[in-house]
């Protein structure tokens, strides 16, 4: 597949260079030709999506190489917006540090190889590992910016099946998993999450949440700033609960600063003041939900009054909030890091939802809706309203006995499972886009276990904190080289859009695609060999999906013939034809020419603004897959939590005892953007934010340095004192600590900091979905010796 011409195409520039010792003497100017193209694409890097307009110049040796990177105008759900970090895919893919070519590590010291050679080492590493110790002792870990990359999402599932291993693992346990717990157990599927209609709500209430910052999660929306102030602008009003005066809250007409933690409390006291005020009104929803009776009951003892105290919120407040939520003409809650990565996250997670639905804001305008994806969406296939549900706790961890979901173990218990001998110890590790030394609690023990293990092989753009520790690096093409479509964060999206991209540069003649290098992972885990062709993976996974089209009795093409519709999708491996099928089988495709105007890839590529296929609308019930039928909204594995959190509310407000929260920045993208200069430079963002009251009993001093103790560990980092923090509660930003030997990341060396994960606790994690608890740590907070 060659470069995307973009709509534009080939066109010349005139460009004028003017020879700056004469700039002020009238020219001789000179002229020269450069061509230029424009494309346009999908920015990868977070889950807002924007669109970005490219501008390609041809060098005179017919190289090329991108100039500008801008917000498309015409895209048709950004409309031109970007964050700072769209416009550096260019230095991303400049980046002298990224890894090109192969490497592997020869006594101590990495070396490129061919591919070949690399494959052949996998082979004999993992082989070695397999035959020695059985499929149980490998591993592996798949990172966040996976849920961007299409390769990713339809070629790892064959790869970790390869693998034949139940320890799989990925950013998903110090994340979302609490939220994709609690849909699943509401509505059937772990991705059918209610998002909130903010284009169109009254009253929004945030918790835990900064998408100024981080540009929105599991709420695919570009410009939420802009999108915020809309809000306001139409007379709406927006309430941000959160132990930190983020810049959301700076936007919103509140600022409620809660403890941190305690957002679970704070929601169960909202929905019981909405039962005591006699305030529920479920409204369209209401036939659809089971279960209003037990929620009720659930939340009684969580009374506005005797959670105020644990809460730091007083009890007028939080019934106000409930009224709040119950008079406006819509309203939506939406919760995310501080509220999943927390000592209840399920339980949060749910009554976020819980909180719509009791004032009758579930799958209305304004409220919280579904989105009606265009490809790969568990809830626009089989029979609508119905489904299997999920299981949860079909196995539990070897050492501690946790249990998986969604087919995971949590992450939080990787490196005991690794530095802890015995029967089914893991002994190699497979990691893909991921960085769990730096994403992961308890970071050091983490970095020594991978330093005892009998082999690791990453696919991986950098020699970073974990893939260091890589016997064999296999580089993915840079962005700019792979094709886009977000398959998982589409179904996200607070409208219903659809946009492909291209490959904006040709990747180098050797370097193979992404799928191609997971597919031929997958042939040697499978037994196959070095030298597998990745087409034969990519046919099985073909295979799988069509057959699952034409047996869905209720999608568009039941009954068709297989090798009809295989033949109509081409004979060209890859992605692209795989997304070709599923837009053309889901629920705005062409069904194979029965439904003619309908989506394929050939429009899409058509398109390269995107194609808006409508704002959201109502999808109850059709959109469950729960066994029942009904949105189950008192789930029995949430329910039994309940002793646990009375006993968070018998415990009370902790003392004098600091906690540690995280923190988004708009130019850090978790661990991996910090070599890019332009978005590391200026003023230290990596420092411990501290409230002046807190600084003054802690003898702090804005700009000195600090120890911070936890538990597990202990980093020392330079204060900020602000404000804009509630006191208690000290905060240091995540994906930071680049300070470990053998990284080769120079620029990001240069600008360390301290990895907040050294102080997050392994042993803290939510008890329904096993993430890890990465906000409220009790810490010790003191001035650094070598400071005073
Ligand atoms: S908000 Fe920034 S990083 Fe996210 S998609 Fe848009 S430009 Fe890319």
Not at 195 to 219: C, F, K, M
Not at 266 to 279: D, K, M, P, V
Not at 466 to 494: C, F, G, M, N, W
Request: hydrophobic share 40%; with cysteine.
């Amino acid at each position: 597949m060659g470069p995307a011409a973009g709509a534009a195409g080939w066109h010349h520039v005139a460009m004028t260079l003017v020879d700056p010792d004469r700039a002020t003497a009238s020219p001789p100017a000179v002229e020269e030709e450069r061509a230029t193209r424009t494309a346009f694409r999908t920015c990868p890097l977070c889950e807002a999506g924007c669109g970005l307009e490219i501008t390609v110049a041809r060098d005179e040796d017919g190289g090329e190489r991108v100039t500008r990177i801008r917000g498309d105008r015409d895209d048709v759900f950004s409309h031109g917006f970007i964050c700072p970090k769209g416009s550096t895919l260019r230095q991303l893919h400049d980046d002298p540090d990224r890894v090109r070519r192969p490497l592997v590590k020869r006594d101590g010291t990495f070396v490129e190889v061919s591919w070949d050679e690399a494959f052949a080492a996998v082979e004999r590493l993992l082989g070695a590992v397999i035959e020695a110790h059985g499929r149980e002792s490998l591993a592996a870990y798949v990172g966040n910016p996976n849920v961007h990359n299409i390769s990713a999402l339809l070629y790892l599932k064959p790869l970790l099946r390869a693998l034949g291993t139940p320890n799989v693992f990925s950013a998903s346990t110090v994340d979302q998993r609490p939220k994709e717990i609690s849909s699943a157990l509401m509505f059937g599927a772990p991705l059918t999450v209610p998002v909130p209609d903010i284009d169109r709500t009254h009253h929004l209430l945030l918790l835990g949440a900064n998408p100024v910052e981080s540009n929105g999660s599991l709420a695919t929306a570009p410009d939420w700033p802009g999108r915020l102030k809309a809000i306001r602008a139409r007379g709406g009003r927006v309430v941000v609960v959160d132990p930190r005066r983020t810049r959301t809250a700076e936007l919103a007409d509140e600022w409620i600063a809660i403890r941190p933690g305690t957002d679970a409390l704070l929601l169960a006291a909202i929905a019981a003041a909405l039962f005591e005020e006699g305030l529920v009104d479920t409204g369209s929803a209401g036939p659809h939900l089971a279960g209003v009776e037990e929620v009720s009951s659930f939340v009684s003892p969580f009374t506005a009054e005797a959670v105020a105290e644990v809460v730091g919120v007083d009890s007028e407040t939080i019934r106000r909030l409930a009224r709040d939520l119950a008079a406006a003409p819509s309203a939506t809650v939406y919760g995310r890091m501080g509220t999943t990565t927390a000592e209840f996250g399920t339980v949060a997670s749910w009554l976020v939802d819980v909180c719509t639905a009791l004032t009758g804001n579930l799958d209305r305008p304004g409220g919280s809706m579904f989105t009606r994806p265009a490809a790969g969406a568990p809830s626009t296939r089989g029979a609508p309203g119905v489904g299997r549900g999920v299981r949860l706790g079909r196995r539990h961890t070897r050492v501690r006995g946790l249990s998986e979901s969604l087919g995971e173990l949590p992450v939080a218990c990787l490196a005991e499972e690794i530095d802890t001998p015995g029967d089914g110890q893991i002994r190699a590790l497979v990691t893909i886009a991921g960085n769990p030394v730096s994403s992961t609690p308890n970071s050091d023990r983490l970095d020594a276990a991978l330093g005892g293990l009998e082999a690791m092989v990453a696919v991986d753009v950098y020699v970073n904190e974990t893939t260091r520790h890589a016997d064999v690096i296999l580089p993915a093409p840079s962005a700019l080289e792979k094709s886009h479509y977000d398959l998982a964060l589409l179904q996200l999206a607070i409208r219903n859009v659809a946009n492909w991209s291209d490959p904006v540069l040709d990747k180098p003649v050797d370097q193979p695609d992404e799928w191609e290098v997971l597919a031929r992972l997958a042939l040697i885990a499978q037994g196959m060999g070095a030298n597998g062709d990745p087409a034969v993976v990519d046919e099985l996974v073909l295979d799988t999906l069509i057959t699952a089209s034409v047996d869905d009795e209720h999608g568009p093409v039941h009954g068709r013939d297989p090798a009809e519709i295989k033949e109509a999708l081409g004979a060209t491996p890859g992605p692209a034809r795989l997304l070709d099928l599923m837009l053309r089988a889901g629920p705005y495709g062409d069904a194979f020419g029965t439904r003619p105007d309908g989506l394929t890839l050939a429009a899409l590529r058509d398109a390269p603004h995107g194609v808006d296929l409508g704002a959201l609308e109502p999808r109850l019930p059709e959109v469950l897959r729960t066994p029942s039928g009904r949105v189950e909204l008192a789930p029995a594995e949430i329910l039994a939590d309940l002793p646990r959190l009375r006993a968070a509310l018998e415990r009370g407000a902790p003392g004098t005892e600091m906690r540690l929260v995280g923190r988004r920045d708009i130019r850090s993208n978790n661990s991996w953007m910090h070599n890019v200069e332009v978005l590391v430079k200026g003023k230290a963002r990596c420092t411990l934010h501290v409230h002046p009251d807190d600084a003054g009993r802690l003898g702090l001093v804005d700009g000195d340095a600090a120890t911070v103790r936890s538990r597990v560990g202990q980093v020392t980092a330079p204060v900020e004192v602000t404000d804009s923090i509630r006191t208690g509660v000290v905060s240091l930003p995540h994906g930071w600590g680049h300070d470990r030997a053998g990284l080769r990341m120079g620029v990001a060396q240069r600008h360390a900091g301290v990895n907040s994960n050294v102080l997050t606790d392994d042993a803290a994690v939510d008890a329904i979905s096993g993430n890890a608890v990465l906000n409220g740590i009790p810490v010790e907070v003191a001035p650094a010796l070598d400071s005073s």
